[in-house]
């Protein structure tokens, strides 16, 4: 069994803890999360009872595709996104090299609350941003280290996987 949902801003990726976790949305016994979302990340997240598959998804060694939605502030540069493209040297190493891309705001995101901070004399962009691997907020980490702090990020697909159809809080198998 595979299930797609659609994790809210603030939700834990855990069945238990303080605050809004996943049992808030799922009532299917003994599925589990295949890889992580940050509390303050959104986006698709993959759900299974098959601990084979589990590790599929979720182990680098798989090297499958996650696409994100990333909107930053500031415009790149052309530098900017070569360097997200080659990889970038992060505290704990180098990245693979990414696939990134300038893009228009996604149609109809829905609004996160709490919204992103706003200043009018700061232009915020969006990219759509694939990596092979999954380090502790690293979306984040390859963004700031280019001059390009995140402002939200949304998992958009895993794999052949996407979130195409699901509203916050939503999931399908």
Not at 8 to 36: H, M, W
Not at 42 to 63: F, N, S, V, Y
Not at 104 to 117: C, F, Q, S, V, Y
Request: hydrophobic share 35%; glycine share 8%.
């Amino acid at each position: 069994m595979l299930i797609l949902f659609n994790k809210p801003y603030g939700t834990l990726c855990q069945f238990s803890g303080e605050g809004e976790t996943l049992a808030d949305f799922i009532k299917i016994p003994n599925v589990y999360p295949a890889g992580r979302l940050d509390k303050d990340s959104e986006g698709l997240l993959l759900l299974t009872d098959d601990g084979k598959l589990q590790h599929q998804i979720a182990h680098p060694r798989h090297k499958q595709w996650k696409t994100y939605w990333v909107q930053v502030e500031g415009v790149p540069s052309n530098d900017s996104l070569e360097d997200l493209k080659k990889g970038v040297e992060l505290k704990d190493g180098p990245t693979r090299p990414a696939r990134v891309k300038i893009m228009d705001e996604p149609k109809d995101l829905w609004p996160r609350n709490p919204p992103i901070r706003h200043r009018a004399q700061i232009p915020t962009t969006w990219l759509s941003l694939s990596i092979r691997e999954g380090r502790n907020r690293q979306i984040r980490r390859m963004t700031a280290a280019v001059g390009l702090p995140t402002l939200r990020l949304i998992r958009y697909q895993i794999a052949e996987h996407t979130l195409d159809g699901l509203k916050p809080g939503e999931w399908r198998f």
